[in-house]
């Protein structure tokens, strides 16, 4: 079976960190762009961020540039995000996702092919 497990959030203080990962099931992520999505309470779903199948190239939404980086370990299959510096605003349900491609990712929600359950950030004091 195909699947995409999100780990790692939790609560933490304005100001904290963590570390996010994204480990795929039944399948390689080598050919896979992934990207990381988030919802926040009442609002749709915004892309954060993805990074493409090499990691020869990553991107950012501007609301977390030089706050998040996002990484890939493809030997253990595992996609991470780290968040350093949080705000109440970065609250959310953070989503993995994979899409079947060349050497890119997009922030395009319907590009992604897979998509895991969600792991829940809750940014406060």
């Known amino acids: 079976q195909l699947q995409l497990v999100e780990s790692g959030g939790g609560l933490v203080q304005p100001g904290g960190s963590l570390r996010l990962s994204c480990a795929a099931h039944g399948f390689t992520l080598d050919y896979y762009g992934m990207g990381w999505f988030r919802r926040a309470p009442g609002k749709e779903r915004e892309w954060v961020s993805c990074i493409s199948s090499s990691a020869a190239n990553t991107y950012y939404a501007d609301s977390v540039k030089g706050r998040f980086t996002i990484s890939r370990d493809n030997a253990k299959n595992t996609v991470y995000l780290q968040m350093i510096s949080l705000k109440p605003e970065d609250t959310a349900v953070y989503y993995c996702?994979?899409?079947?491609?060349?050497?890119?990712?997009?922030?395009?929600?319907?590009?992604?092919?897979?998509w895991g359950q969600g792991t829940q950030v809750t940014v406060s004091s």
């Open positions: 996702a994979a899409m079947y491609t060349g050497d890119v990712c997009t922030p395009g929600i319907y590009e992604y092919d897979y």
